[in-house]
């Protein structure tokens, strides 16, 4: 079972930025597609971000598009989600996911497209 650690979340002010970073325990993201998503309390999880294997295509839905910027660091093995201007509705669970091989400029925001998942890391966004 491959294994990431997700980071970087933790307790914020509405209007305040935190930056994710997802790394894998023992593999390279390299080959991978990754996406971000996340899950409230009672809630669906629903994906927040994702991006191709290159880097040049990356999806966001309306409800956070213009906040959140996903980004890669191949030469680092790392992923990150930088999250702007955070509302109480960013509060969450957030985890990363990735699919290996899924071809150019592919991602998702579809659970079912990924292949394995990391543990989360709590985001709590609250005045």
């Known amino acids: 079972q491959l294994q990431f650690v997700e980071s970087g979340g933790g307790l914020v002010q509405p209007g305040g930025s935190l930056r994710l970073s997802c790394a894998p325990s023992?593999?390279?993201?390299?080959?991978?597609?990754i996406g971000w998503f996340r899950q409230a309390p009672g809630e669906e999880r629903e994906g927040v971000s994702c991006?191709?294997?290159?880097?040049?295509?990356?999806n966001y839905p309306d409800s956070v598009k213009g906040r959140f910027t996903i980004s890669r660091d191949n030469a680092k093995n790392m992923v990150y989600l930088q999250m702007n201007s955070l509302k109480p509705e960013d509060t969450g669970l957030y985890y990363c996911?990735?699919?290996?091989?899924?071809?150019?400029?592919?991602?998702?925001?579809?659970?079912?497209?990924?292949?394995?998942w990391g543990q989360g890391t709590q985001v709590s966004v609250s005045s």
């Open positions: 996911a990735v699919r290996w091989r899924p071809g150019p400029g592919v991602c998702s925001l579809t659970e079912g497209f990924y292949d394995f």
């Open positions: 023992a593999f390279s993201l390299v080959r991978g597609a």
């Open positions: 991006i191709s294997v290159d880097g040049s295509t990356s």
